[in-house]
Structure formats: C-alpha cells, structure tokens
C-alpha cells in the first residue's frame, strides 16, 4: 500500500521559493506505470493540479503554473519534490501530493485522476 507524506515549511515569503517533499513509502518512485502529482487548494477555492513526475522522470506542469514551478525526484530517498519559484499570497493553500498507477499512455492533469493522496500540508505566504 503507498503512502505519502508531505513536509517543508508552513509559511513563505513573498517573492521567495516554497519547497515541499513528498516522501512516498510501498513503492519505488521509479515503479512503472506511477505517477506522483502536487496539487493544492487554496482557502474557500477547489483543488488545484500542479504537476507531476512520471516514473520514467519526466515532469509535466499545469500551463498556468509551469513559468513557476518545477518537480524533481530523489530516488536513493524515494522522494519527490515541488519548488514553486516567485510565490504571492495567492500561493496560499493546501498542499498535498498524490499517486496513481497508469497502464498505458496518460496524462493525469486532473485532481480526480489521483487515488493516492498525502495528508496535505498548510503553506501561508506572508511577510
């Protein structure tokens, strides 16, 4: 069974970069068929897909985001990673990662692609 947990700051300055880490436990990032997303929802707001890091590595960013962002993976500690670059109080929210395990082509984009998810962490931006 995956499990995902999420960590890193809880408050971030603006214009400064928020980091997060997913570490992901019963299953190797690198498993074929895996898919591990960022997605957020700010307060009062729906969720928000971010992006995601395939198992082959390669990431895929939501077109509104992508100028911003990028996810990277560290496979000797079974993690992945969000950096979200020039943040403003509308960054605000609540962070989770999550999985998904796609036979075939795909292009999970979607926060209901996801099966998997973290238990979300809260990230304020803020002076």
């Given amino acids: 069974q995956v499990q995902l947990q999420e960590s890193g700051p809880g408050l971030v300055k603006p214009s400064q970069t928020l980091s997060l880490t997913c570490t992901v436990s019963g299953a190797s990032i690198t498993t074929n068929f895996y ?4 997605i957020r929802q700010p307060p009062g707001k729906g969720l928000e897909w971010i992006g995601y890091i395939a198992f082959s590595g390669t990431p895929y960013y939501s077109p509104s985001l992508k100028n911003r962002t990028s996810i ?7 993690q992945f990673t969000l950096q979200l670059r020039t943040v403003t109080p509308e960054d605000t929210a609540v962070y989770y990662c999550a999985s998904k395990v796609i036979v075939g082509y795909a292009h999970p984009n979607s926060p209901s692609d996801y099966d998997t998810w973290g238990q979300g962490t809260q990230v ?3 002076s």
């Fill in 35 to 38: 898919y591990w997303s960022w």
């Fill in 72 to 78: 990277s993976r560290d496979t000797s500690k079974n």
């Fill in 124 to 126: 304020t931006v803020s």
